[in-house]
């Protein structure tokens, strides 16, 4: 039988491996959903938002998370954007309810609804049918890992079928296809890293450098350095939660989307890092991505001239600032996650460039490489890492490509690796 749990506390719900653990405002589950995992047989707990943190330490016990957005104030946003970004970095899938529709949809698991469910508020709906391949596939994924038994998506007597084909000519086809699959993913790799910048802006007051490691052939993560005009150059780190070819689509999208300036015939106005995160949210919801398509952004702009630094990040690591003799410091600024919600604000901060002063962006796959956060005393840096900021910014860079080649990784574990760093000379 099926362990659903639904009016304990958070510590006391997640004793054993649970399948789904629900959010929500309200900590009630939708009929339809509940019915569903029940004729699963999965496992599962309902938890308000807001008591998140009584199981934050306990996700290793989570196979999938399902979180029922409608009907937040913006406190709640927030908050759930943190929760998003938490659940990614366990590497426990996410999907994200908006809302229910009342329009009946046929549904093969259950008797027809009169509701279905959104994914997003400008979505058109998706069966109990999707939602539970979504899950499975989830569980799937967590499985690997840590050999949970997930049961199949697709009808018994199809997957018996499958199996009644000559065992041999199925390794054979299936050979054939692993092949043609990786030299797909190869060419696609290439492509997206022509979209990578091959020069950088150097010049007598600024150096400039960059390391890209993907965890696969192709990466979740994007970045540019761009010279706007003569005395401005806006840079970022754009990371898709999640990893292969779904999260790579994702990051050309957002290379296109982001937009850093307004040109009209022969006069232009640069964009703010606000308005330029802002308007990239925007574009992102109103793209009507299928499932949870989610990404994290920093995005600056420095002025070459006054060397002064205007940032702003949704849901991304915070920009480091290594100052000559001094700890290595994080440029904390709120933000959200992108995609979550449309109308989410963005907010920037300015800071002041020195001779010697080093910035440095990065993607959540290095954050081993640079620290860690602890829930109680908060972000540390690594003692490595602290050595390591007294280098140049090329040096920096290169020690964290050795280092990503030279550590042993659990396959669960790997993450793409990018960072962008410049220093004042």
């Given amino acids: 039988m099926a362990r659903m749990v639904e009016s304990l506390s958070g510590v006391e719900m997640l004793r054993s491996f649970t399948d789904v653990l629900f959010l929500a405002n309200r900590e009630q589950m939708p009929p339809e959903l509940r019915k569903l995992l029940k004729n699963k047989k999965l496992s599962y707990v309902v938890l308000g938002i807001d008591k998140y943190a009584q199981i934050r330490d306990r996700l290793d016990l989570v196979g999938t998370a399902v979180i029922d957005a409608g009907g937040l104030d913006t406190s709640q946003q927030q908050r759930l954007a943190q929760i998003i970004e938490s659940l990614e970095s366990e590497k426990i899938g996410v999907v994200l309810l908006t809302g229910r529709v009342q329009m009946p949809i046929k549904s093969f698991s259950l008797a027809p609804s009169q509701s279905s469910f959104s994914m997003v508020s400008n979505m058109e709906s998706v069966s109990v049918d999707d939602l539970w391949v979504r899950i499975s596939m989830?569980?799937?994924?967590?499985?690997?890992?840590?050999?949970?038994?997930?049961?199949?998506?697709?009808?018994?007597?199809?997957?018996?079928?499958?199996?009644?084909?000559?065992?041999?000519?199925?390794?054979?086809?299936?050979?054939?296809?692993?092949?043609?699959?990786?030299?797909?993913?190869?060419?696609?790799?290439?492509?997206?890293?022509?979209?990578?910048?091959?020069?950088?802006?150097?010049?007598?007051?600024?150096?400039?450098?960059?390391?890209?490691?993907?965890?696969?052939?192709?990466?979740?993560?994007?970045?540019?350095?761009?010279?706007?005009?003569?005395?401005?150059?806006?840079?970022?780190?754009?990371?898709?939660?999640?990893?292969?070819?779904?999260?790579?689509?994702?990051?050309?999208?957002?290379?296109?989307?982001?937009?850093?300036?307004?040109?009209?015939?022969?006069?232009?106005?640069?964009?703010?890092?606000?308005?330029?995160?802002?308007?990239?949210?925007v574009r992102m919801a109103a793209q009507k991505l299928s499932g949870y398509q989610f990404a994290t952004c920093c995005y600056c702009l420095i002025n070459t001239e006054t060397l002064k630094v205007t940032y702003c990040r949704a849901g991304h690591p915070y920009p480091i600032l290594m100052k000559p003799g001094k700890e290595p410091e994080q440029l904390e600024v709120r933000g959200s996650l992108l995609g979550v919600f449309a109308q989410a604000e963005f907010v920037e901060r300015t800071i002041q460039l020195e001779p010697g002063d080093k910035l440095f962006l990065y993607s959540d796959g290095a954050d081993r490489f640079i620290g860690n956060y602890d829930d109680k005393t908060g972000f540390h840096f690594n003692e490595e890492f602290r050595e390591l900021s007294k280098l140049s910014i090329a040096e920096i860079m290169d020690k964290l490509t050795a280092f990503t080649h030279n550590q042993e990784i659990a396959v669960s574990e790997v993450d793409d690796i990018t960072a962008v760093g410049l220093e004042i000379l």
């Fill in 138 to 281: 989830n569980l799937a994924y967590r499985k690997k890992s840590d050999g949970i038994v997930v049961k199949p998506a697709g009808p018994p007597n199809k997957m018996h079928r499958l199996y009644k084909n000559n065992l041999a000519e199925q390794l054979h086809m299936t050979e054939a296809l692993v092949d043609n699959l990786a030299e797909q993913l190869r060419l696609a790799g290439l492509v997206q890293q022509d979209f990578l910048p091959t020069q950088l802006p150097n010049s007598d007051k600024i150096k400039w450098a960059t390391a890209f490691q993907p965890a696969e052939w192709v990466s979740g993560d994007i970045y540019d350095v761009v010279r706007i005009d003569e005395r401005h150059i806006g840079f970022y780190i754009a990371d898709a939660v999640g990893h292969g070819l779904p999260a790579a689509l994702l990051t050309i999208f957002l290379k296109q989307a982001l937009v850093m300036r307004h040109t009209v015939e022969n006069d232009y106005r640069i964009y703010p890092p606000a308005d330029v995160v802002k308007n990239l949210n």
